[in-house]
Every structure is written in C-alpha cells, then in structure tokens.
C-alpha cells in the first residue's frame, strides 16, 4: 500500500490515532499536513516524526466549529502541498453527559465539531479534487457509538451516525468523479484521551470483557485501515465503513 508522491491533510493529526495516521500516511510514502486545535506541541513533535520518515510534514491550526477556520485551512494545505490528493478528516469533540442533563450548547458544540465541520472540510476539499479532475481520497473517523448506544454520549454518537450517512451520500456522488469516501470505526481504543476510562477498575475490565479479542485497540490499529482506503487497493470501495473494534460489535 504505497502512498508515494501523494499529499495528505490529516485534520486532528496530532495526537492521539490522528498521530498514528500521520505516521502511516508517512511510512507509505504521503507529505502530510496536520492540523491541530488546542496542542500545538503535539502536532509538532508528530510533524518532527513524520519528517524523520523523510516525508514533508506542515501544521496548521484548525477550529472544526469554526467553517472559516476550515476553510482557510483547506486553502493553506492546498496551496503548501501544491494539492490534496487524500482528506482525513479525523478530529472532533466528544463531552458526557447524561441526557436528561444535556444542554442545548453543549449539544450543538458537538454536532458542528462531529458533523458540520467535516462537513466543511470535505465539502472544500472535495471541490479542489473535482477542479483538478484526478480523483481523491476522503476519508473519516467515525465509531462504533454510530450503531451501538452507550450511556452519557448522545450528541456524540447522533453526530457520528450522521457523519456515517453524510459520508455514503458524498460517496455516491462522487463516485463519477473518481473520488471515493470512506469511513473507520474504531472500538475502544487506547489514548491518552482515553486512558482515564480504561483503567477505571469499575468501567475498563467491562468495556475489555466485551472484546472477543481481549484487548484494547491501538491507534495504529486505526491507522492501518486509513492507509489502506486512502491507497490504490480502494480504488473501488466507497461508501463503506471498516470496523475496527475487536470483534466487539459482533456481540
């Protein structure tokens, strides 16, 4: 899966799985660049990591609630990569909170950060692809909360099934154009956002005894389906999401 001589944004490639698809991207052969919201360290230390692959690697800020913000990003990684060849659109937000306590605010900050701004950013993107007439890579982060509920995350996972759908719509669309979309839904997986949950002695030994596979995902778990649609193996999937979880969700 050979990705040489193509260009790459990753929105939210910093830390986390989207340091991991940074990498991979990389290791595959894509110059990258790599957006971040509030850890500017951490995006640079992945960009420094990408260039010791000796690939090209550029950050930029980008606010996923914020559509002018995406925009002019789009704008900057075009113009630096001198195109777009691949979008991972991997960045949001997720907050908890019980339903019946769910504030309006928070519930519209989650959906323009999960829905609207990939939205935003694929939409943009998506029209570079099409003025140049090469075809395209879309891809994005979505989870298994899309299809399986779990407590205290409602506004999140809505958004996540929309992105789903947003994503098979984008798919068909586009498909005449060569530019496929696609989406990765990880399981539990294992991040420093994450890592509070897991080791919780009363939530990780549940969430772990769901898993077939017996352990939690790693964010290069995640990465290596990324590398694989954003290749020329996927030249004919779209529309498709690939489940990365363990075999969690054949329960």
């Not at 850890?39 to 692959?53: F, G, K, L, Q, W």
């Not at 990780?204 to 769901?210: H, I, N, S, T, Y």
Request: proline share 4%; with cysteine.
């Amino acid at each position: 899966m050979e990705l040489f001589g193509s260009r790459a944004l990753v929105a939210g490639g910093g830390r986390g799985i989207g340091r991991a698809i940074s990498l991979a991207l990389a290791e595959a052969g894509a110059d990258t660049v790599i957006t971040y919201r509030g850890d500017e360290a951490a995006a640079n230390e992945t960009a420094t990591a990408v260039r010791a692959t000796g690939r090209a690697a550029h950050v930029r800020y980008a606010e996923m609630t914020d559509p002018d913000s995406l925009l002019t990003c789009v704008e900057d990684a075009n113009t630096t990569l001198g195109g777009i060849d691949i979008l991972v659109c991997n960045a949001g937000l997720n907050r908890r909170t019980p339903f019946l306590d769910l504030p309006l605010a928070e519930w519209d900050e989650v959906h323009n950060a999960d829905l609207r701004g990939p939205f935003v950013m694929a939409q943009a993107v998506a029209r570079k692809m099409a003025e140049r007439g090469e075809g395209g890579r879309i891809i994005f982060t979505t989870s298994i909360s899309a299809d399986y509920a779990f407590p205290n995350i409602a506004a999140y996972q809505s958004a996540k099934a929309g992105l789903r759908m947003l994503m098979r719509g984008m798919a068909f669309e586009l498909a005449p154009l060569g530019i496929t979309v696609n989406a990765v839904a990880p399981g539990t997986t294992e991040t420093d956002l994450t890592r509070g949950t897991i080791e919780n002695p009363a939530v990780g030994p549940v969430r772990l005894g769901k898993i077939p596979m017996k352990r939690f995902g790693q964010p290069a778990d995640i990465a290596g389906a990324i590398v694989y649609l954003a290749s020329a193996g996927a030249a004919w999937t779209t529309g498709c999401t690939i489940t990365v979880d363990g075999g969690q969700t054949t329960q």
